[in-house]
């Protein structure tokens, strides 16, 4: 028999699918047999061809994806900066796009190393979402928000029942139009305000924060590795760019390999490397 579906949601653009493509092989690997996933795509613009990628992923798990229509204009005015795109504050309208009581949202820059039906099973109560503390102090010293406990909105579980009860998906556009002075990282600080700390905080395992920014990352990687269920890359370097420590690049790769986009990754591996090539016999040419 199966178990109850287990529900999670994705914004992302055609530029970012190959990346989700490897999140959802790696919560695929890491299932169950019984387990049965439905997975909601906040589409930005994939293309039908990279949709029809995603659906040839081999598992042995049950899963559904459905892609959903987004009205970009009404984030027309959102403020945005140079590390963000528009699709980030797609998950505003998972109130209204979604019927189900319960989702779990991910961000894609990110590697499940456990199965996360824990994580999904955990009872929210009265609580708006579940969410691990944004650990970086360059979040903390820049966001504008009179709250004390500062959440990282790349991993969320939330309870949409008691969102839409309390119509919160009409305050995350107020909040947006009436405080866009205190929006320093976009939907994150949105979703801050309007929780207003009514949130079930969780381990650093469900989503254990790999940025620049933090010090010690690798050691506290390290020694948490054997029960983090999630890796999340915070900051702009990511694996993908062979910027990482080479644990998490081939680890990262591990699943890339096995996504419909692999050929992806050579491409991107010999252009990277001819780079590499080019820098080298500039710099010698200068010495």
Not at 148 to 177: H, M, P, Q, T
């Amino acid at each position: 028999m199966a178990r109850e579906c287990i529900n999670i949601a994705f914004s992302c653009n055609n530029n970012w699918v190959d990346k989700l493509a490897v999140t959802l092989v790696s919560i695929l690997k890491h299932s169950n047999v019984l387990d049965n996933y439905k997975f909601f795509v906040l589409d930005g613009g994939i293309t039908q061809e990279n949709k029809q990628k995603l659906a040839k992923i081999k598992s042995k798990t049950k899963f559904e994806i459905e892609y959903l229509k987004v009205n970009r204009e009404i984030f027309s005015n959102v403020p945005l900066n140079n590390f963000f795109t528009i699709e980030t504050y797609f998950r505003l309208k998972l109130p209204s796009l979604v019927n189900v009581d319960k989702l779990l949202y991910l961000d894609v820059d990110i590697a499940v190393k456990k199965n996360i039906a824990k994580l999904f099973s955990i009872d929210l109560k009265e609580h708006y979402a579940g969410a691990v503390i944004d650990e970086s102090s360059y979040y903390k010293k820049f966001h504008k928000l009179p709250i004390k406990n500062y959440f990282n909105a790349g991993v969320l579980l939330l309870n949409l029942k008691k969102i839409r009860k309390d119509n919160l998906e009409e305050k995350f556009f107020d909040f947006i139009k009436y405080n866009s002075d205190k929006i320093c990282w976009v939907d994150q600080c949105v979703l801050n305000a309007v929780f207003n700390e009514n949130v079930m905080f969780l381990d650093k395992i469900y989503n254990f924060q790999h940025s620049d920014f933090l010090p010690d990352t690798d050691k506290k990687y390290k020694k948490l590795k054997n029960n983090i269920v999630i890796v999340h890359f915070v900051t702009s370097r990511k694996p993908w760019n062979f910027e990482k420590s080479l644990n998490f690049v081939l680890e990262y790769y591990y699943y890339y390999l096995q996504t419909p986009f692999r050929w992806k990754f050579f491409t991107h591996f010999i252009n990277k490397m001819k780079r590499k090539i080019r820098l080298s016999i500039i710099l010698l040419d200068i010495n």
